[in-house]
């Protein structure tokens, strides 16, 4: 079981910043960790990924935006946000994939853990 807790959201003006937290515990070693977002009334859709290796991954809405790293000695996965636009008003959830069936780092399906999310709200 992996257990993600996610943190840092808030709400900031347009062309604001975040930084997003998600600590993660658990017994097994996550293959990938990636970013989702969901706004009301739309899909979740993937916003970045990292691997076990380091490769980072982006959706091109965010790419040049937002930066995704991880600290594996505290076992968090980060997500600094820069430039914020009102369109990346959201709720934003971390993911973790520990093997199985892989779809590539922009699938919800590849991962097989949430966390509870943490809201952003970027007024304009």
């Known amino acids: 079981q992996v257990l993600l807790v996610e943190s840092g959201g808030g709400s900031v003006q347009a062309g604001g910043s975040l930084t997003l937290s998600c600590a993660g515990s658990g017994n097994r070693r996550s293959a990938c960790m990636g970013w989702f977002r969901q706004a009301p009334g739309k899909e979740r859709e993937w916003v970045a990924s990292v691997d076990s290796d380091g490769k980072t991954t982006y959706a091109d809405s965010v790419k040049g935006r937002f930066s995704v790293s991880q600290d594996n000695a505290k076992n968090t996965l980060y997500l600094q946000m820069n430039s914020l636009k009102p369109e990346d008003t959201a709720m934003y959830y971390c993911?973790?994939?520990?093997?199985?069936?892989?779809?590539?780092?922009?699938?919800?399906?590849?991962?097989?853990?949430w966390g509870q999310g943490t809201q952003v709200t970027v007024s304009s």
């Open positions: 993911a973790a994939s520990t093997g199985g069936t892989w779809y590539g780092p922009f699938s919800t399906g590849s991962f097989a853990y």
